[in-house]
């Protein structure tokens, strides 16, 4: 059974820091490229940050210089070390498994249906 289990999330002050994890079992880590997506109420879902197999990393502009996503393969675990958290950063993050493809000059990734049920971020200013 494919699985996924975020935790880390809080209550953060506005500059404060938090690190996500996302342990994975079954087969999911293989071959995968893994992502930190987050939803807001009332917003749609939004692709934070994603690595690739062999480690390439890519970001949102609202994050670059804040949030490294990194991942431990012996481990089957991702992580998303955030710094500087702003109130704007307050929301349900989640992980997920899936691909990661270059071209256009550009590292582009898609989701598959691998999700863990989130972990709640909350930064108050």
């Known amino acids: 059974q494919v699985q996924l289990v975020e935790s880390g999330g809080g209550l953060v002050q506005a500059g404060g820091s938090l690190r996500l994890s996302c342990a994975a079992s079954?087969?999911?880590?293989?071959?995968?490229?893994m992502a930190w997506y987050r939803q807001a109420p009332g917003k749609q879902r939004e692709l934070v940050a994603f690595?690739?197999?062999?480690?390439?990393?890519n970001y949102v502009d609202s994050v670059k210089a804040r949030f490294t996503i990194s991942r431990d393969n012996a481990e089957n675990t991702v992580y998303l070390q955030m710094n500087s958290l702003k109130p704007e950063d307050t929301a349900l993050y989640s992980c997920?498994?899936?691909?990661?493809?270059?071209?256009?000059?550009?590292?582009?990734?898609?989701?598959?249906?691998?999700w863990g049920q989130g972990t709640q971020v909350t930064v108050s200013s």
């Open positions: 079954g087969s999911i880590f293989s071959g995968k490229a």
């Open positions: 997920n498994a899936g691909q990661a493809a270059y071209y256009r000059r550009s590292w582009h990734y898609t989701a598959n249906d691998y």
């Open positions: 690595i690739t197999l062999f480690g390439t990393t």
